[in-house]
């Protein structure tokens, strides 16, 4: 049996911003989508940073800083501690994810963003194929 991929699981939509976009608007996008943390991404829409809903507490409200002027790849945490290839076992990626304590981890394609990937697709690719 051959292994399965990521390319075998479903994938989540990714939420997004830009580098350059402004914390506000950072802000507005997680209250929009009710998310927790959105992956930052660069003009070619390569993943470069996670922002928290932490991050923008601490990193710009507590500090004071203008919320207007302040951008995106400011105040991300860089690298983002696991990014994975479309193509890569799914298996293997399960345990990449355990050991890092991921809950999920963006997924690229020649470096490009293509989703999200959490430990409940990866279980149910591996149990089932793609649901």
Known sequence: MAKKTIKSCKLLKAVTVNENDSAVEVAKKLHAFQERRIIV???????IG????LDINDRVVAKGKDIKKTKAKDIMSYPIN???????SAEEV???MIARDNYY??????????????????INCLKNGKK
Not at 50 to 53: A, D, L, Q
Not at 82 to 87: G, K, Q, S, T
């Open 41 to 47: 991404v660069n003009k070619k829409n390569v993943p």
């Open 94 to 96: 399960a345990k990449k």
């Open 82 to 88: 696991l990014i994975v290839n479309i193509n890569d």
């Open 105 to 122: 981890c963006p997924v690229v394609e020649k470096g490009i963003l293509k989703g999200l990937v959490n430990y409940a697709n990866i």
């Open 50 to 53: 996670i922002i928290s809903v």
